[in-house]
């Protein structure tokens, strides 16, 4: 019994360190600007804890595909178009598509949103409610969509195309006949591609790629 005393104070000790060492569950890690995406029959609502529900309302004809939010970004793909939600400045943005435009992947980030098409590669950045396109060549495909933090890229058979959410547009690196991808990999503020004969490197507050060979 004496032993178990004298080592109590040791383990209060630790235990309250646990609990001083231990994030909390609290709004910081939810984030002031998390958002919910709710579809319905003729509409698409936002909601952010910045304020009460922003609306666009859907097309006749227009249906929803799929919706997701996360972190500061909501996003919605309908028959029609790509919404992107900026929480930061409380707006819907959109981008129409094509005719024949089909849409691929997607990945939503808590900043940004990168999709692509059988014809076109589009971001979207929520801290200006802006999208960005660039066009696929003829024989162009993406391979892979990857992301994280503030800066995401899209691996073609042709190039690389850098996108983030403080620069605007996309930056490309084009691959030579012989390169193939091996590995993509990436941090919050850069990623780095791998390839057969050299590494480059696209950060998210950088105007284009660098190459280590």
Known sequence: MRRFLVHMPAVIIVFVAGLLLTPSLSQSQGGGGQVTITPTTDKVIAWSAA??????????????????????TGFVQTSNRLLGFSSGLRQWREVRLGVEE????????????????NQQVHGFQETRGHWTSIALGPSETVSQLRGQGHVAVAITNERALGFSTYTGGFF?????PQE???????SQNGMVV????????????????????
């Open 51 to 72: 304020g009460g529900g922003v609306e666009e309302s859907l097309q006749p004809g227009e249906s929803v595909v799929t919706s997701g939010a996360r972190g500061h």
């Open 102 to 117: 089909q849409v691929g992947r997607y990945q939503l980030l808590p900043f940004l949103i990168l999709a692509h098409t």
């Open 172 to 176: 490309d690196i084009a691959w030579t």
């Open 180 to 186: 193939r991808v091996l590995s993509v990999d990436g």
């Open 194 to 213: 791998r390839t057969s004969s050299r590494t480059v490197i696209f950060k998210s507050q950088s105007n284009g790629w660098t190459e280590v060979r």
